[in-house]
Nanobody, 124 residues
């Protein structure tokens, strides 16, 4: 079965950095798209970044462009989200998701597999 497990969340002061990891199992990276989403209580789960496991092409939400970097390590079956220059507005539960195929959509409805989430808290 497909499993996604996030880790690396925590508390950090504004301007600091965190590196999230998503360990995947049960599928082949060459045929999947990986993505990060985030959600705060009472709000929609929003797209953060995507990466194609085939081409390595990345996309970013405007709110994180230039501060966050998504990457992959196919040998370790892991996707990362390097978060720099963190702001209080980045505080959220961060989720890893995946879908079959090479096309990386940014809607939650396109993704069938989700991790349990890891909390990121940024203090002023």
């Amino acid at each position: 079965q497909v499993q996604l497990v996030e880790s690396g969340g925590g508390s950090v002061q504004a301007g600091g950095s965190l590196r999230l990891s998503c360990a995947a199992s049960g599928f082949t990276y060459s045929t999947f798209c990986m993505a990060w989403f985030r959600q705060t209580p009472g709000k929609e789960r929003d797209w953060v970044a995507t990466i194609s496991s085939v081409s390595g092409t990345t996309t970013y939400a405007d709110s994180v462009e230039g501060r966050f970097t998504i990457s992959r390590d196919n040998a370790k079956f892991t996707v990362y989200l390097q978060m720099d220059s963190l702001e209080p507005e980045d505080t959220a539960m961060y989720y890893c998701a995946t879908k079959p195929g090479a096309t990386c959509w940014v809607s939650t409805s396109r993704y069938g597999y989700w991790g349990q989430g890891t909390q990121v808290t940024v203090s002023s």
